[in-house]
């Protein structure tokens, strides 16, 4: 799930948003009964990273987000470490799910 912004953290059912990303198992015949209860959505935005965690009904879990390092080049340019963006994503979901 993508949400526009943090109002729109109250229940799945009551965001605004008109763009939504499901993840998916890679293994789809391997869900467990663990798995099955919660949705893991990341939220990934030009300055921070999130995580946030919901029940089957809808409701959130947790969050966690990461604020993230802006490079500024040149004037006008603005740029981000791939490799920070991709360790901070991982850091939120392991702590949402934690």
């Given at each position: 799930?993508?949400?526009?912004?943090?109002?729109?953290?109250?229940?799945?059912?009551?965001?605004?948003?008109?763009?939504?990303?499901?993840?998916?198992?890679l293994?789809?015949?391997?869900?467990?009964?663990?798995?099955a209860?919660?949705?893991?959505?990341?939220?990934?935005?030009?300055t921070?990273?999130?995580?946030?965690?919901?029940?089957?009904?809808?409701?959130?879990v947790a969050?966690?987000?990461?604020?993230l390092?802006?490079?500024?080049?040149?004037?006008?340019?603005?740029?981000?470490?791939p490799?920070?963006?991709?360790?901070?994503v991982?850091e939120?979901c392991q702590?949402?799910?934690?």
């Amino acid at each position: 799930l993508k949400f526009c912004s943090s109002t729109c953290f109250d229940t799945i059912q009551h965001c605004h948003c008109s763009v939504f990303f499901f993840l998916l198992p890679l293994h789809p015949g391997r869900i467990t009964s663990q798995m099955a209860r919660f949705i893991l959505s990341i939220d990934q935005g030009t300055t921070s990273s999130r995580a946030l965690l919901f029940d089957k009904d809808g409701a959130p879990v947790a969050k966690e987000q990461l604020e993230l390092k802006q490079y500024y080049p040149q004037p006008g340019w603005a740029e981000h470490d791939p490799k920070e963006i991709l360790n901070a994503v991982v850091e939120c979901c392991q702590t949402a799910m934690t």
